[in-house]
Structure formats: C-alpha cells, structure tokens
C-alpha cells in the first residue's frame, strides 16, 4: 500500500514538473476550490465528518452526530452504489469519533470516550468552553477477515491523559495525535514511533511554532508531508496547512490559502491515492487535491539542488 501510494505520487510529480511553470502553479492555486463530498448522498453535512477510506476505496467510516452523541459509521461501495450507512460494529454505545484506517488497512484507530477498564466510568475533561463535555482516548480495532475485531486501549505511553485526540498513522506505524497543553492553553501535535510492537514515549511533533495551536494532523505514508489546523480563526478552528518534511523536521507550515479555508475545514484525512484530502467544514464534507501544492514543492526543491559534480563510475 505504501509502496503504491508513493510510486503514485512521485509519477504524478514528475509529471508535473514536465507541464508546470511557477506561473501555472500559482494561477492554479489561486483558483483551485474543494469539491463537494456527498458519497451519493449517503453524508449530511449537518451531522457526518472525518471521512476515512480503506485502501481499495470501498469502504468508508466517519462519525455520526446525535445530538450530543457521536457513532462511527460505515458504508459499503457495491456495483459503484454506496450502500445505506450502518453503526460500525465496534462503535454505538459511546461517544466514538475521528476514524482512521491504516495506510495497510489492516486496523482502525479511533477516539472514545469509554472506559479504560471494566466496569470504570466515561472519561471527561474541562479544557475547552462550556465545561464539562466527553474525554478522548485513542482505540485500535484489528481487521479479522471480512470483519473487525474487539476495541483495545492504545496503552498508557500514548493515552497519559483524558484528552488525546485524532490519529494519524505513518506506514512504520509512526503515530501522530494531538494533546492539550494544560499549562500554555493550547493544542499540540505529537508523534509516537513504533518499535518492536510497542509506541514510544510521543515528543512534539514540532509543526509551526510552540506558541501557535495545531489540531487533526494527516501524514502521509511516508511523513513526506503533513495536513494540519493552524492556529485559531473561529471556534477553536484554524487554517489548513501544509508542511514538508526537511531532514530531521517539518518545514515552516505553509497556508493553503483563503479558497480552500473559507469553510473552515478541518479533521483531515488522506485518501488512498495519498494526494488527496478529506476534511470537513462548517457546511459539509471537501476533498481538496494537493497535487499543486505537492509539485511546488518539488519543483523549489529541484531548482535549490546543488549540481552534481560527482564523476561518474567507469
């Protein structure tokens, strides 16, 4: 899958380096808008969110709201028809939400906020506006054969606190997340390696700058790339972003620009082809290709490349 994803997404690069000039890219930029999601009218934009795809394509969660309840959901592309959503079968009793699929598609993470043990109670949190509301935790549900198995807690090394939210899942099974800062008031992003089957301590992701809000971060399979929220326009909300991996960190984060944030998205999540991004708005679900932005910068990067002055073998 990653494999795919990548050799997709450098052919489509190199592509675009044959065609574009920074004239083109900049006009296509200005003018590039989301595409409206409906599935076939299977997604209410008043209620559904945080669209995720198994890699075929063919099938979708995303959460559900009720009121102040949340459910993930998902549904079935057959003969090229969605089907009805249903109640996914590891979700329906607590506030479930954020699914995301693996770049493997062998598990699915999500937020809940049940209890850690038997028979404990919900987890809540204070941290935001309007006091007392549902905690969150990160869950993984194995895919066994056609179906899923039971949620696990993630451990305590990624859930050390009643507010960790939003997976994002690397193809080394690199975990990115974010967390609340309790003591600076705002969100961050953080990562977690994996290691020998276990996560390790998470340290900040270092997305922008420590004093500026980041939230529903999407890393490509390779971390060659990050969609993000940054900082804070309304509600909580940012401004999408995108960041490029430089070495051992992620380069400045750079706006996507007032086209693609007039709606306020968030809640990113790459599609399968893994240059394309969901996110949802404050009037309905967006898919955005990140195509332009993607050969920009591999366009800068091609032209600040020293010259090869290596001779070569005989």
Known sequence: MSTALTISCRFCLGAGLLVGTSHSLAAELATLAPQAVTLGGIIHPDSDDTLAFTPDGNTVFFDRSNGPHKTIMVSHRVNGHWSRPQVAGF???WF???PLVA???SY??????????PGGK???QDYFVGGVAP???IWRVDRRGKGWGAPVWLGPVVNDDVFVDFASVAADGSLYFIRWDKRAKLMHTWRSRYRDGSYLPPERAGLGDPDVSTHDPAVAPDQSFIVFDYGKVKGGLGRLCIAFREGNRWGRPIDLGDTVNKDLPWGAHLAPDGHTVYVTGQSGIWRLSLLPWLRRHAAA???DKPA???HPRT
Do not use: C, I, Y
């Open 91 to 93: 979700s329906g009793h």
């Open 96 to 98: 479930d939400q954020d």
């Open 103 to 105: 770049p493997n598609g």
């Open 108 to 117: 699915v993470l999500f937020n809940s906020d049940r209890p850690v043990q």
């Open 122 to 124: 919900p987890l809540v």
């Open 135 to 137: 905690g969150s935790n």
């Open 301 to 303: 990067a091609t032209t």
């Open 308 to 310: 090869d002055r290596s």
